[in-house]
């Protein structure tokens, strides 16, 4: 178990309705671009501290938020840099009204949900994978304790459960407007079998139909290079579509693109989300002029420099969530009373929140819905080309 605890600053409520815009001008000042390569794994959160410190709120007037994340086993490095990048968040927001406390789900996601509410957490972010939330649900729901999980398995969503993980469906609904908008309107794609498959499938579909295009064909595949090659040239007359959705990652969408060249397609590439993290896409001339929708990098680059900066390494991209999630936390600490509920009504305030991935709020269902920009890869990297908008009352 390892705590984290913010740096003194005046008051609970003045801060936590500052905490965002401090935190993120922190991210902006005299930082450089860094992008992490392979897995990192960061080194373990300082020592627990205990007792009050000077300029610190004592322990019975703070909210307490628990973070679910594997601390031990196969997936430790990922968890361990969400744990530390709401660390971060904590110290950079000065959110002194919050004390967070992270759980090792890797030895068991009911267990430690069930000590996090023993010890009195009112909040909890996480878990990362789908089925521990499934564990971690029922747990909380007894509780009425709200879980922000960082999983993007839209099916565990609803009943206190709110997803801030990142979904195809946002990303395929932008990047297809954005075709049909510069005149491409006969559309294919590939999509994996599976769950995330199928979501962007059933995306692909509604967003068509909303921008008024076509889908000519789509084709499935198990990500084998038989598979793949077989589904591509199932596509049809490689004249009759002129964009080509690929809806998997980075790597898929490399191995793909030379097929569909000797295919004889010209068609315009399109990606998802999932190609924001590789970065060998725009080292391939093939990749060239491609685009995808994601959410922005620019503060990202600067949160991944400053977080190399304290830890030796660079952060897992997922571990954003932790950052944004303890950042929202703060915020709200303004209107919760220590020791009562957190207040759950406030998490689907209409004009969302802010993180270091851009704005964000969470609909009915509680899957977070984000502004997105468009994306071209080329020979000099990844450009922008169409920037997200700034809230969700300029969509």
Not at 71 to 84: P, R, V
Not at 183 to 188: F, K, P, Q
Request: some cysteine; charged content about 20%; glycine content about 12%.
């Amino acid at each position: 178990m390892a705590e984290a605890r913010a740096a003194s600053q005046p008051a609970k409520r003045i801060m936590a309705r500052r905490g965002v815009g401090l935190a993120l001008g922190l991210l902006l000042a005299g930082c450089s671009t860094v992008v992490p390569k392979g897995p990192q794994q960061a080194p373990p959160p300082p020592p627990k501290q205990t007792g009050t410190q000077p300029g610190r709120l004592p322990e019975d007037q703070r909210d307490r938020v628990a973070v679910l994340v594997p601390l031990s086993g196969a997936e430790a490095g990922i968890g361990q840099s969400i744990a530390n990048a709401a660390n971060m968040a904590l110290i950079d927001s000065g959110g002194q009204g919050v004390r967070i406390t992270a759980y090792d789900t890797a030895t068991g996601a009911a267990m430690a949900a069930q000590k996090a509410l023993a010890e009195g957490n009112k909040l909890i972010l996480g878990p990362l994978l789908s089925e521990d939330v499934r564990a971690v649900a029922p747990i909380a729901a007894a509780r009425h304790v709200p879980v922000l999980s960082f999983s993007n398995d839209v099916s565990v969503a609803g009943n206190g459960v709110y997803l801030l993980g990142f979904t195809p469906t946002e990303s395929v609904d932008r990047i297809v407007s954005y075709a049909k908008e510069r005149g491409l309107g006969r559309l294919a794609a590939l999509v994996p079998n599976g769950v995330y498959g199928r979501r962007a499938s059933n995306a692909m579909l509604r967003a068509a139909e909303n921008a008024g295009a076509t889908v000519v064909s789509m084709q499935g595949f198990d990500r084998s290079p038989a598979s793949l090659a077989t589904a591509i040239k199932r596509l049809g007359d490689p004249k009759g579509y002129d964009a080509l959705l690929i809806a998997d990652n980075g790597r898929i969408a490399l191995a793909a693109a030379p097929l569909v060249r000797k295919s004889g397609s010209a068609a315009k590439l399109l990606g998802t989300e999932l190609w924001n993290t590789e970065p060998e896409l725009a080292a391939s001339k093939l990749m060239s002029g491609a685009w995808f929708a994601a959410v922005s990098d620019g503060l990202y680059s600067q949160f991944a420099a400053k977080y190399r900066a304290r830890f030796g390494k660079g952060p897992y991209r997922l571990s954003s969530l932790g950052y944004d999630s303890v950042l929202l936390a703060v915020r709200i600490s303004a209107d919760w009373k220590v020791g009562m509920d957190f207040p759950e009504a406030r998490l689907t305030d209409k004009g969302g929140f802010s993180g270091v991935d851009g704005a964000f709020r969470f609909d009915r269902d509680g899957i977070a819905e984000r502004v997105l920009e468009v994306k071209q890869i080329g020979a000099g990297g990844v450009t922008v080309v169409s920037p997200a908008p700034q809230g969700f009352g300029d969509q």
